[in-house]
Each structure stands twice: as structure tokens, then as C-alpha cells.
């Protein structure tokens, strides 16, 4: 599993659709239409995508999000960098978490200095700019992956709750 495959999955659930294709998704990505056609063929191996390539195993992505994220793909924040706020100093979290430390992934065009978080896959600023719902879903897998119990468990709410997987 490489990171930009949960970058693909979490692509596809904020599109809310099992139609999508290829090519846009690359673009918006900012990833090339091979490496998303790779990472089609090693999440529907892991079982994370349906056999026809198209569709979300919600469950089994929650399940590898909750358990797994932090394992497999670590991060400890870093020096104060300009950058785009993750994980609890984004939207959602922020609205019910304070801290005096932002989070924040490495960018040029940022507005906020806080600890660098290293994105899961390079282009994650530029595709999260394109994509609101997408930028989300990436926040709250970054409080999974750097968070403390409190930030892990409201992320894992707020991932149930997109994904429609409400208790």
C-alpha cells in the first residue's frame, strides 16, 4: 500500500459516486493516470475497493483508518513552517478542539505557521485547494494519524459520519 492509494480512496468517497473515471481524478489529484491505475489494482487487492475498481469498501476503509493509518503511514509534527492547518486546526475538528499549536502541511501559498505535518502524498495542499470535502477527509486522517486519544476518537466520528457509517 502506498499513500497516495488512501488519497485515491478518500478522492472517491468525496465524489460520493461509483462513477468516476481515471483521467479527471489524476488531474485533480495532481497524481498521473498510471499511479492511479496502480493504486486501483492494490486497493481492490486489499479489499479497500470493490472488484470493479469503482467502489468504496466503507467498512473496511474505516476499520484501516482507525486501526491501521498510524502504523503504516506515521508522522510526528515538525519545525514551525507556513502551510495549510491539518488536523485539529482544520475544519471540523477546530470548531470543538482548542490547542495553542496548529498543525499545518508544508506550503508556499499558506496562511497559517504551525508544526509541519508531512502530507500523506506530496500533491495533498494542491488537491485539497480543489476539493473541500476532500480537504476534510484529509484533516481528519492526519488527527488519526498525529492526534491525541481526544482528536482520534472526534476524527474517527466525523469519518464514520462521511463515509455514512453512523452508529
Same mark, same amino acid.
Given at each position: 500500500?502506498? *499513500?497516495? &492509494?488512501?488519497?485515491?480512496?478518500?478522492?472517491?468517497? =468525496?465524489?460520493?459516486?461509483?462513477?468516476?473515471?481515471?483521467? *479527471?481524478? =489524476?488531474?485533480?489529484?495532481?497524481?498521473?493516470? =498510471?499511479?492511479? !491505475?496502480?493504486?486501483?489494482?492494490?486497493?481492490?487487492?486489499?479489499?479497500? %475497493?470493490?472488484? &470493479?475498481?469503482?467502489?468504496?469498501?466503507?467498512?473496511?476503509?474505516?476499520?484501516?483508518?482507525?486501526?491501521?493509518?498510524?502504523? +503504516?503511514? *506515521?508522522?510526528?509534527?515538525?519545525?514551525?513552517? /507556513?502551510?495549510?492547518?491539518? !488536523?485539529?486546526?482544520?475544519? *471540523?475538528?477546530?470548531?470543538?478542539?482548542? =490547542?495553542?499549536? &496548529?498543525? +499545518?502541511?508544508?506550503?508556499?501559498?499558506?496562511?497559517?505557521?504551525?508544526? #509541519?505535518?508531512?502530507?500523506?502524498?506530496?500533491?495533498?495542499?494542491? #488537491?485539497?485547494?480543489? &476539493?473541500?470535502?476532500?480537504?476534510? %477527509?484529509?484533516?481528519?486522517?492526519?488527527?488519526?494519524? +498525529?492526534?491525541? +486519544? /481526544?482528536?482520534?476518537?472526534?476524527?474517527?466520528?466525523?469519518?464514520? /459520519?462521511? %463515509?455514512? %457509517?453512523?452508529?
Amino acid at each position: 500500500m502506498k *499513500p497516495q &492509494d488512501v488519497v485515491l480512496l478518500l478522492k472517491i468517497v =468525496s465524489m460520493d459516486t461509483s462513477k468516476w473515471n481515471q483521467k *479527471p481524478v =489524476s488531474e485533480e489529484l495532481c497524481v498521473s493516470q =498510471s499511479e492511479i !491505475s496502480e493504486s486501483v489494482a492494490r486497493l481492490k487487492f486489499a479489499g479497500l %475497493l470493490a472488484p &470493479d475498481g469503482k467502489s468504496v469498501m466503507k467498512m473496511s476503509l474505516m476499520e484501516f483508518l482507525e486501526h491501521g493509518i498510524k502504523y +503504516v503511514f *506515521p508522522e510526528k509534527p515538525g519545525a514551525v513552517v /507556513r502551510g495549510m492547518p491539518t !488536523s485539529h486546526s482544520a475544519y *471540523p475538528l477546530k470548531d470543538e478542539l482548542s =490547542s495553542t499549536e &496548529d498543525y +499545518v502541511w508544508p506550503h508556499a501559498k499558506g496562511t497559517v505557521r504551525g508544526h #509541519a505535518i508531512s502530507p500523506l502524498y506530496k500533491s495533498v495542499p494542491d #488537491a485539497a485547494k480543489k &476539493d473541500a470535502s476532500l480537504y476534510e %477527509l484529509l484533516t481528519l486522517v492526519d488527527a488519526l494519524r +498525529v492526534g491525541r +486519544v /481526544r482528536e482520534r476518537q472526534l476524527a474517527c466520528m466525523y469519518l464514520k /459520519r462521511r %463515509l455514512r %457509517l453512523e452508529e
